[in-house]
């Protein structure tokens, strides 16, 4: 590894605290070129802080930073572009009114206010073809996009940039597996070039892959820092957690295999983007929607919650024929359909409102329920132990995980009989993960249906009963039981039916 | 293509409204479509559609203006001690006029950066002083602009009328060009998403003072023109200017919540509504039934972009219109 003696980027005693709250204590970190460093730790640990100071976005409450072994003061993003240090963020830093081509030439080092470049619009292109965003069109709005393009458009931002020091935060959140595996091979050309990477992710698979050095954060502080390799993943984990989690995934059940229908959808489709879906919700089952990014998953919980005009087929609900027009007919105690939506930043929550209206919300205009009885949540509070000062606090102050934690109890008291998930732990810690998923489990095991869109094969594998693999709107592949492997979801994600290693040459032909 | 009609959805509504109006108005006026009738049409078009200009560069990055017939009023009103006398007298007097406006927007471009206050709530406050200090100049409305300098800029050039000459100067030589710097990028940036600007590294503090620098600009040059056609200065001119300036931008498709829109949809809304008025003026209805049918035809062509919120299917998009 060619790994150079100073460091790009050094931080020496770093503390941020944000009012009462110590985002870091008296962190000690450096980061080489030529090396892929990930940065491991719970929500909460301090990653996306450490994140944000290398990338200038804020500033050291104590402590300093050392940039090429010289003391630095990051005042902007800008300053640290100008040195080198791009950033890809987790939030993502596109402009949605702006197109592919203006968000790519955004900000470009040095041009400043004055003429726009060019000539990054084409580096990013070439990227982009790198890593399979040859079908984004440039003069496309940003909003248009869907999340994955959005990341791959990130990323291809970002690396045009010519970054000493690229930094990753769950930059490939969205990604598939093939694409996800397209990007690290840039990523590992560039380090190979000499290029530190940053790396954070929650994805455990993709740091074991990519990482040259772990190091691991928890409560604010740096625990240790190691080469990939040196510790088996039980005992990175405890090191995150600061206790030993044995497993990630609550243990399946044997199969019911007459389970009562719940609901059952025959022959549903939707505008172009989605035909002739046939999928069996039965109680007591999480049943599990996978792969490629857009490829009509998402779609099919919108319809079943009464987002969609127009959609063709029929929906049974306890053998009889039920039309779902509006989420207030879906929330309703007669059909009891709760969505937990993909983006809870813009779709779960209202983030500057605090955890008690938020979690009121769903609640609302329920017949038989009074949203305002704080006790219809604390069963769920509990069970997913959100963290939180006092329940009048504004959700944005919250982790990605606790925010997480709110959107599921906002729908959790209401009973729902049927309960549609759109990757609820995308960009989650290992901890809540696992709390989520056991939660999942015990509502399952209580009569709950549930339908769970991911793009975790992990999450498939481990936690679903049988899975519904999506290709251009329809379903390609139904697994159940021990047909759920890896193997057989990759293949049927990419429309094939060999087996990925041969899959792998023409998959994107 | 379909990129192209769809990113300017708006402004071609606006651009088709507009052509249709003006032929109505064409057809409708007595003396018919003479190089006289498009002058006197062209310049009040002129006048609101600099104000817009300057109200499009507030609303573009997520602000308002409130002072925009303020600053006008003040401009109008030094307009009418300066510019007049010799060529190098008025010259100077307009460079005065046009600093006069740009000071005004980096006034409410520094309390709005730095002082951390609303928009709305800076140019509320500044807008009172603005017409404060125009009063101060011109308690009733009076002075004198030079005739043949207003008559060179308000008549017409070989048939054409100047207004519209200016017009597209303004658009060829300051908005294309702009729309291709960081800066004409920035603005979008900010308005759109102005967390995304700043961590793509653009120098948000700077973008937004620069916004308001250049609608103050507009604003005295809206001043200006209007010292210009009226010949005249009056301290009492503002606030039906800053009413319209905001009705124009919206009717260009000018985004409210800023990041959407372009120059050229804020001077084709300020076109609209000044023929509407002309239209009315000359269409024989009673004179008190004119604000309702003006205010119907306002509405409907609001209407006509957002009309296809009816065709989407999926409820969810109907949020990010």
């Known amino acids: ?509 | 293509m379909r990129d192209l009609l769809r990113a300017n959805q708006r402004e071609t509504i606006a651009f088709s409204v507009l052509v249709a109006l003006l032929v109505s108005y064409l057809a409708t006026h007595p003396a018919g479509p003479t190089t006289y009738v498009m002058t006197i049409w062209a310049n009040q078009c002129l006048i609101l559609a600099l104000a817009a200009i300057a109200q499009f560069f507030a609303v573009i990055v997520r602000g308002i203006d409130l002072s925009v017939g303020a600053i006008m009023a003040l401009t109008n009103c030094i307009a009418s001690y300066l510019v007049i006398g010799t060529g190098a007298e008025m010259a100077f007097g307009i460079i005065v006029v046009l600093a006069a406006g740009v000071g005004c927007g980096v006034l409410n471009g520094l309390l709005v950066v730095y002082g951390r206050i609303q928009p709305i709530v800076v140019t509320l406050a500044t807008a009172s002083v603005f017409v404060g200090l125009a009063l101060l100049l011109r308690p009733t409305p009076g002075g004198q602009i030079d005739y043949d300098l207003a008559d060179a800029l308000t008549l017409d050039v070989l048939g054409v009328p100047t207004a519209l000459v200016i017009t597209a100067a303004v658009i060829g030589l300051i908005w294309v060009p702009l729309r291709r710097t960081g800066l004409g990028l920035g603005l979008y940036a900010v308005g759109s998403s102005e967390q995304a600007a700043f961590q793509s590294g653009m120098p948000v503090a700077k973008i937004r003072l620069a916004s308001f620098a250049l609608g103050g600009l507009f604003a005295g040059l809206a001043g200006l023109y209007f010292s210009l056609v009226t010949t005249t200065g009056d301290a009492g001119i503002g606030p039906n200017f800053t009413l319209n300036s905001i009705a124009a931008v919206v009717l260009g498709g000018v985004a409210l919540r800023g990041g959407v829109g372009t120059l050229t949809g804020a001077i084709a809304g300020a076109f609209i509504l000044k023929t509407i008025g002309a239209l009315m003026f000359f269409s024989g209805l009673p004179p008190l039934a004119q604000p309702f049918v003006e205010g119907l035809i306002l509405a409907a062509a609001i209407a006509i972009g957002g009309a296809d919120v009816l065709r989407v299917k999926n409820k969810l998009e109907v949020f990010g219109r």
Request: hydrophobic share 40%.
């Open chain 1, 1 to 509: 590894m060619p790994r150079s003696e100073t460091a790009i980027v050094r931080l020496s005693g770093v503390s941020k605290t944000y009012g009462a709250t110590k985002a870091l204590s008296d962190v000690d970190f450096a980061c080489f070129a030529g090396e892929i460093h990930a940065i491991l730790g719970e929500n909460g640990a301090g990653k996306s802080t450490l994140m944000k100071l290398v990338s200038g976005v804020i500033q050291p409450t104590s402590g300093h930073i050392d940039v090429d072994g010289t003391r630095t003061d990051l005042s902007s993003p800008a300053d640290a572009m100008a040195r080198g240090l791009i950033c890809m963020f987790q939030e993502l830093s596109l402009v949605p009114d702006l197109t592919v081509r203006e968000n790519l030439m955004l900000g470009a080092p040095g041009r400043g206010l004055g003429r726009l470049d060019t000539a990054v619009v084409e580096r990013a292109q070439a990227i982009l073809s790198q890593i399979d965003g040859n079908a984004i069109r440039m003069k496309a709005r940003v909003a248009d996009l869907t999340l994955a393009e959005r990341q791959q458009v990130e990323i291809a931002k970002a690396l045009s940039r010519n970054p000493r020091l690229l930094i990753l935060d769950e930059a490939t959140s969205a990604l598939n597996a093939s694409v996800v595996e397209k990007v690290f091979r840039l990523i590992r050309a560039r380090r190979d070039a000499g290029v530190g990477v940053l790396f954070i992710s929650h994805r455990f698979h993709e740091i074991e892959a990519l990482a040259d050095r772990i190091s691991i954060f928890r409560n604010g502080s740096h625990v240790e820092t190691f080469d990939n390799g040196a510790y088996d993943y039980g005992a990175i984990i405890s090191k995150m957690v600061g206790q030993r989690i044995d497993d990630l995934f609550p243990a399946k059940p044997d199969p019911v295999a007459d389970a009562e229908e719940v609901i059952s959808l025959n022959g549903f489709g939707w505008s172009d983007t989605l035909d002739d879906v046939s999928i069996v919700l039965r109680k007591g089952c999480i049943t599990g929607l996978g792969g490629l990014d857009g490829q009509g998953q998402g779609e099919v919980l919108q319809g079943l919650f009464g987002l969609l005009k127009s959609t063709r087929g029929d929906c049974m609900m306890d053998g009889w024929k039920i039309t779902v027009n509006h989420p207030k007919a879906a929330k309703s105690p007669t059909l009891g359909i709760a969505l937990v939506p993909e983006d809870r930043k813009t779709e779960g929550l209202v983030l500057e409102q605090s955890i008690a209206h938020n979690m009121e919300l769903a609640a609302l205009g329920v017949e038989g329920i009074d949203a305002g009885d704080p006790a219809i949540y604390q069963p769920f509070i509990d069970a997913l132990e959100l963290k939180c000062d006092s329940l009048d606090q504004t959700v944005s102050e919250l982790s990605g995980g606790n925010q997480q934690k709110v959107a599921l109890t906002k729908w959790l008291s209401l009973g729902p009989r049927c309960m549609l998930l759109a990757d609820p732990t995308r960009g989650i810690d290992v901890k809540t993960k696992t709390q989520i998923y056991a939660l999942l489990r015990r509502l399952a095991d209580s009569g709950v249906a549930i339908l769970l869109l991911s793009t975790d094969y992990e999450e498939l594998i481990h936690l679903c009963d049988d899975a519904h693999i999506f290709y251009n709107g329809r379903v390609v592949r139904q697994l159940s039981g021990a047909d759920i492997t890896a193997e057989n979801i990759i293949a049927a994600s990419l429309n094939m039916h060999e087996t990925p290693a041969a899959a792998e040459g023409t998959a994107h032909a």
